[in-house]
């Protein structure tokens, strides 16, 4: 069972920025795929950005050019560089780690708040 702790979320003003970080308890973090999702209140949770372990990105076309996913395997973590927020950003934004159907992780959630 992996654990992912995530942190970062908060309060922001429209063109701000926030980071967001998620940790995993593994010592095998590097095989993981990992992604970042978010839901809206009343909507379905979406894919906002995610990464493979070799590195190779895919984003939302509602965040490309504004987000940016990183990942550091040496500190089991990944990043959600998150610049020129909008209000519709506002949601709760999950971690994820997925190797195969059988391994597939969930963090808690981190609230991110984009309000004048």
């Known amino acids: 069972q992996v654990q992912l702790v995530e942190s970062g979320g908060g309060l922001v003003q429209p063109g701000g920025s926030l980071r967001l970080s998620c940790t995993a308890s593994t010592s095998i973090f590097s095989i993981y795929a990992m992604a970042w999702y978010r839901q809206a209140p009343g909507k379905e949770r979406e894919l906002v950005a995610s990464?493979?372990?070799?590195?190779?990105?895919n984003y939302a076309d509602s965040v490309k050019g504004r987000f940016t996913i990183s990942r550091d395997n040496a500190k089991n973590t990944v990043y959600l560089q998150m610049n020129s927020l909008k209000p519709e950003d506002t949601a709760v934004y999950y971690c994820?780690?997925?190797?195969?159907?059988?391994?597939?992780?969930w963090g808690q959630g981190t609230q991110v708040t984009v309000s004048s």
């Open positions: 994820n780690a997925w190797y195969s159907v059988k391994y597939d992780y």
């Open positions: 990464i493979t372990s070799g590195g190779s990105t």
